[in-house]
């Protein structure tokens, strides 16, 4: 059947609008400006970036790929780390001595929500800066500029317009983002989140499946659900979807094959999460499960609301699912009053738990966190050594466990062709990169069984199993 021919033009502009004026915009997008846009931090932040660039070009404006050729420069921006925040002042910088007369220097995101309108002293060639919550209201920022103004603020987190946009372009071809949940209720000590994205805000369940039918018309074939904490997720409409029902029901659309979601937290993981993906082959047998430390004092400091052993009881929950489910997670080392003994109980989680991948980091002190205010910080040197040797072990984890598939056969989402003759890449259900080789000609986008002939710490190495 023919699609509508708002659909069929966002597909081959890879924009995914549902509406006709926002595509009918953009064929004045090269007499209405250019932006450029460069992002920093998680895939919520990816997803951001897409927002606004949905947002932007929907208004007629055209992405450029330097920001010499743009007329408005954007960062969108993350502040969980300090490293993160000092790269985009360092990105800032190289305005300091530049002519950028004429131009408009925008900060998003979560280090402009974080700084406000201090970032004006530090940068007062900046002209823009926009929280998470007002990505909706950029055309007018941009156009007080464009009138005169020298300096527009958009830093209201009191709003739920972060979760629809007019417009979103969508930067993958094959696997889409959507925002389920906004903002974080928790208060763990050392996090910026609430701060910089403010509470828990839920998208209507019913919003959020009519976005997944329009994604699956559009010949998208995997969704990612995201959230701070994707699976506290509490449904606004008086049908009060928990979040295992919605995972079932985005599964449920006609032409969607993978359901993923991220981050979880482990207070708010529950049977019913397992059980849903224990029912549908197509939710993702795949959790991120952040503990941040395996010892039961330091959780208590980082206000975590779970101890060590409530943690390895959803991890035995886990485990104990009919089809096996990859476990991945979020350590932090050197956190304040960690001692030697606190990090030697985060190696045996690892040794516990077996992870099957994880993300880690050295403690950053962040702005407006109770974290701040604790004695005994530990030396940079020391979270360096702490982090090495973490990062060591888990290497040998990822190692021996991926080692066990060889001889299987999985199933891949092939999004990657190397520039080497008949060798593919992408993604198993359980997020793990496969490598391998095929003689076909074109297979980007499709799902093809693969089977692992070897393996490294951070991927497989197969044979496309014809």
């Not at 209720?185 to 998208?203: H, L, Q």
């Not at 919605?246 to 049977?271: K, M, N, Q, W, Y």
């Not at 466990?401 to 060798?423: A, D, P, W, Y």
Request: glycine share 6%; hydrophobic share 35%.
């Amino acid at each position: 059947m023919e699609k509508p021919f708002d659909i069929q033009l966002e597909r081959l502009t890879g924009q995914a609008s549902y509406s006709r004026p926002a595509a009918m915009n953009l064929a004045s997008s090269q007499e209405r400006g250019t932006f450029f846009l460069e992002t920093f931090g998680c895939q919520m932040n990816d997803h951001d970036s897409e927002k606004v660039a949905g947002v932007l070009l929907a208004r007629g404006y055209r992405q450029v790929e330097t920001p010499e050729a743009a007329g408005l420069i954007l960062y969108n921006t993350c502040s969980i780390r300090e490293k993160a925040v000092q790269k985009v002042f360092s990105r800032l910088g190289e305005y300091r001595t530049k002519q950028v007369e004429g131009k408009i220097i925008g900060v998003l995101g979560c280090v402009a929500q974080q700084e406000g309108e201090a970032i004006f002293e530090r940068a007062p060639w900046v002209s823009l800066v926009c929280g998470s919550a007002s990505y909706r209201r950029l055309p007018e920022m941009i156009a007080q500029l464009e009138t005169g103004n020298h300096r527009v603020t958009g830093l209201d987190t009191d709003t739920d317009e972060t979760f629809e946009t007019e417009m979103t372009r969508r930067d993958n071809p094959f696997r889409a983002y959507l925002t389920i949940i906004e903002g974080c209720d928790k208060s763990c000590s050392y996090c910026v989140v609430p701060y910089t994205r403010g509470p828990e805000r839920s998208r209507a369940s019913d919003s959020i499946l009519r976005e997944v039918r329009q994604l699956a018309e559009l010949g998208y074939s995997e969704v990612q659900l995201l959230g701070q904490t994707v699976n506290s997720y509490a449904d606004p409409t008086p049908r009060k979807m928990r979040f295992a029902e919605l995972l079932l029901a985005a599964a449920e659309v006609p032409g969607i094959r993978r359901v993923r979601f991220t981050t979880s937290h482990p207070s708010d993981f529950t049977a019913d999460i397992v059980q849903a993906i224990d029912s549908q082959p197509k939710i993702c047998d795949h959790v991120h499960l952040p503990a941040q430390s395996g010892s039961g004092k330091v959780l208590r400091e980082m206000q975590r609301t779970y101890t060590r052993e409530e943690y390895l009881e959803k991890i035995a929950m886990i485990r104990g699912a009919r089809r096996p489910i990859a476990i991945t997670t979020d350590i932090i080392v050197g956190f304040p009053g960690e001692t030697e003994s606190d990090f030697e109980q985060t190696l045996s989680l690892l040794d516990e738990v077996r992870y099957d991948s994880l993300f880690s980091f050295k403690y950053s002190p962040r702005p407006n966190t109770a974290a701040l205010r604790m004695n005994d910080p530990i030396p940079e040197e020391e979270k360096g050594r702490r982090l090495a040797v973490l990062q060591e072990k888990q290497r040998e984890i990822q190692t021996a466990r991926n080692l066990t598939l060889i001889g299987e056969t999985v199933e891949v989402l092939v999004s990657g062709k190397s520039r080497r003759e008949n060798q593919w890449s992408g993604y198993t259900s359980s997020h793990r990169v496969v490598n391998f080789t095929s003689p076909a000609k074109e297979l980007l986008g499709t799902y093809v069984q693969a089977r692992v002939t070897g393996a490294t710490p951070n991927s497989l190495v197969g044979e496309h199993a014809v």
